[in-house]
């Protein structure tokens, strides 16, 4: 279990991956932290692979490192006041360092629990303990394009794949998971939740009109495609920028980061802006 890591920024080349890529995309994540991912504890390179079989949670709490990299910590938005009565448009600001972030309580590979009798049909008992691991990048990747389908299957399939045995028998695929009882079925989602490693996705504010709280969803994921969709075009006019004065390559101005193709453009636009003021 590896707690230290090492982030590099991200290049227009991770860039314009996430822009080209499909916001639900799993694997486009996988892509990216493993391009940025110089190392993970003791192991480096860190592959794709390896990203794959981390938990969701460490590879958002990743994402909100990088994003806090390429954008900085504040976070600004404005939404309605979902309040009937209401409905004015609040505008919503945090920082992404108060996000708060929740670790594993228990760290294992693989966890067990016993379903109460309650949960247990009869002539069940047999079946009481059961094994299962936590949801992964892999199981973003083959279920993210189902959930926004079917989420009730999506959530069946990831048991599935997430349950390693339920009693004396193997992974339990479908059929043996239909005959649980849904309270066996909640038990075990609720046991894995509250093992599971955490970064809140729900943001509180408060609507400045009619003064009460509400909750506002914060997607990691999305928010973080949102960030980088929202200036794809301007990507491609920084590297057109920099090409036309420098002479620099396509491929010498995306593989610089975020903030050092930032800087040029500032000190290129400064001189442009002295070159214009003395010739008028």
Not at 25 to 38: K, P, Y
Not at 104 to 113: E, G, K, N, Q
Not at 118 to 127: F, H, V, Y
Not at 148 to 165: D, F, K, V
Request: glycine content about 6%; proline content about 5%; hydrophobic content about 40%.
């Amino acid at each position: 279990m590896h707690r230290q890591f090492e982030l590099t920024a991200m290049t227009g080349r991770e860039e314009e991956l996430l822009v080209r890529g499909n916001t639900e995309s799993a694997s486009i994540v996988t892509d990216v932290l493993s391009r940025c991912l110089r190392t993970l504890g003791t192991i480096s390179p860190v592959t794709p692979e390896v990203v794959r079989g981390m938990l969701v949670a460490d590879r958002h709490f990743l994402l909100l490192q990088l994003r806090r990299a390429a954008f900085g910590d504040l976070v600004r938005g404005s939404l309605l006041c979902p309040w009937p009565d209401c409905g004015r448009r609040v505008s919503l600001e945090f920082s992404l360092a108060h996000v708060p972030v929740e670790e594993a309580s228990r760290r294992a590979p693989v966890h067990s629990m016993t379903l109460s009798a309650e949960a247990l049909g009869d002539g069940e008992a047999a079946c009481a303990e059961v094994h299962f691991r936590l949801p992964d990048g892999s199981d973003q990747e083959e279920l993210s394009g189902l959930l926004a389908e079917n989420e009730a299957r999506a959530l069946t399939l990831l048991l599935s794949r997430c349950i390693t045995r339920i009693g004396p028998y193997g992974p339990p695929g479908e059929q043996r998971l239909a005959a649980l009882s849904p309270q066996a079925r909640a038990e075990i989602e609720e046991r894995m939740e509250r093992l599971a490693p955490k970064v809140e996705q729900t943001v509180e504010t408060e609507c400045a009109e009619c003064a009460r709280t509400f909750l506002v969803p914060f997607d990691v994921q999305r928010f973080f495609f949102g960030d980088l969709r929202a200036d794809a075009a301007l990507l491609y006019r920084e590297v057109h920028h920099l090409a036309f004065h420098y002479h620099w390559s396509e491929r010498e101005i995306m593989d610089m980061p975020r903030d050092k193709r930032r800087t040029y453009i500032d000190l290129l636009d400064n001189v442009l802006v002295e070159v214009q003021s003395h010739g008028t």
